[in-house]
């Protein structure tokens, strides 16, 4: 994110009063746009969405490795959705493992396979990656960056 963006968007300024506007605007259709989801699909296992309301380097990936290194400790199967951003693969989901090569999935979705233990599928629909990783023998489900996807109905 560039300096001259972080600066309106963490701060009062009279650029970020002009937006406030379409702030609200937005927060209304987010609302609606739940609403519409009220009848999600629940899975069978409880899903954990990791998310955060700001745009990259909070934290959400290695709190995901965290997270599925804790479940596995305490004898949980866990399985980890993320969307694969800046993958160009042509068939979705995928399985992801160490070696998959990161410019078909995505250099998260590698990242995880490596470091996180768990089992690791990417996709644009994360109702068909959770799917896919309960075939597999999965108990629960972590949504990398999962917030804003409602169709999967998430416990924590």
Known sequence: MSRALEHHWYRLTPVSLLLAPLSLLFCLLVALRRQLYHHRLQLPV??????????????????????????????????IVTRGYRGRSRHWPREVSADTPADEVGDEPVLLARRAGAPVVA???????????????????????????????RDI
Do not use: F, M
């Open 46 to 79: 409880p899903v954990i969405v990791v998310g955060n309301i700001t745009v990259g380097g909070t934290g959400k990936t290695p709190l995901v490795i965290w997270l599925a290194e804790l479940l596995r400790a305490h004898g949980y199967r866990p399985g």
């Open 123 to 153: 996709g644009p629909d994360r109702v068909a990656d959770a799917q896919r990783l309960l075939a597999q023998g999965c108990n629960v489900i972590i949504s990398d960056d999962g917030l804003q996807h409602y169709r999967l109905r």
